[in-house]
């Protein structure tokens, strides 16, 4: 069965220093996103991504986030200056341009210290 | 309020009871109607989907949309140990990309 991939599993990084956590889509999905989830709390939504660029995003997700789709493949979201407060599961998750399930990766856990 | 509402939990049955769990939201915009199971430190697992109002049944899985009382439910029949984790709503509507969350039901099927 498809499924998203999500690399790495666990990345533990230096306040301040620059994170990129890597996405593989189900191939031949067209909406792509990412949430994350703080230890002990809800799932929240970043970012939604179609044709090229951003579709949404929410509060959360201020100028030290971005999202890249670099080839037809992969899906990466960049933090370029790591908080404490950034320490969470990220997920990412896609749909297919013709369906309303969305599905999620296994989730790259960030421990910023 | 908040959009998607759903007690924490924990809730404890024993093994083969019927497990209720519930989301009640306030935005009527709201068409798509998901839920997922997460364990521990893992993504979410979508195991039932619902569009608009209605009953969707899968196997022990039963999904239930009330519309006009902004309600959902999934029930599990004859819970097994197997099906401990947390059980998360989650819904959209037509004219956004995003889903909301629940925060989670943290459910645990006792042998």
């Known amino acids: 069965e498809p499924e998203v991939t999500q690399t790495p599993s666990h990345q533990v990084t230096q306040m301040g220093q620059e994170v990129i956590l890597r996405c593989v889509p189900i191939?031949?999905?067209?909406?792509f996103y990412w949430y994350r989830q703080i230890l002990g709390q809800k799932v929240e939504f970043l970012v939604s991504f179609y044709n090229n660029e951003i579709s949404e995003k929410s509060e959360i997700f201020d100028d030290q986030f971005s999202v890249e789709r670099p080839d037809g493949s992969n899906f990466t979201l960049k933090i370029r200056s790591t908080k404490l407060e950034d320490s969470a599961m990220y997920f990412c998750?896609?749909?297919?341009?013709?369906?309303?399930?969305?599905?999620f990766g296994e989730g790259s856990w960030l421990t910023v210290v | 309020q908040k959009e998607v509402e759903q007690d924490p939990g924990p809730l404890s049955v024993p093994e083969g009871a019927i497990v209720s769990l519930n989301c009640t939201y306030s935005?009527?915009?709201?068409?798509?109607f998901m839920w997922y199971r997460q364990y521990s430190r893992k993504g979410p697992e979508l195991l039932m989907y619902t569009y608009s109002s209605g009953n969707k049944e899968d196997g022990r899985f039963t999904a239930q949309v009330d519309k006009s009382s902004k309600y959902i439910s999934l029930f599990i029949r004859d819970s097994q140990p197997s099906d401990s984790a947390t059980y998360l709503c989650a819904m959209r509507d037509s004219s956004a990309s995003k889903i909301i969350f629940g925060s989670g039901t943290r459910l645990s099927i006792r042998p």
């Open positions: 998750a896609s749909r297919s341009g013709t369906g309303n399930t969305i599905y």
């Open positions: 935005n009527s915009a709201f068409q798509y």
């Open positions: 191939s031949n999905h067209l909406y």
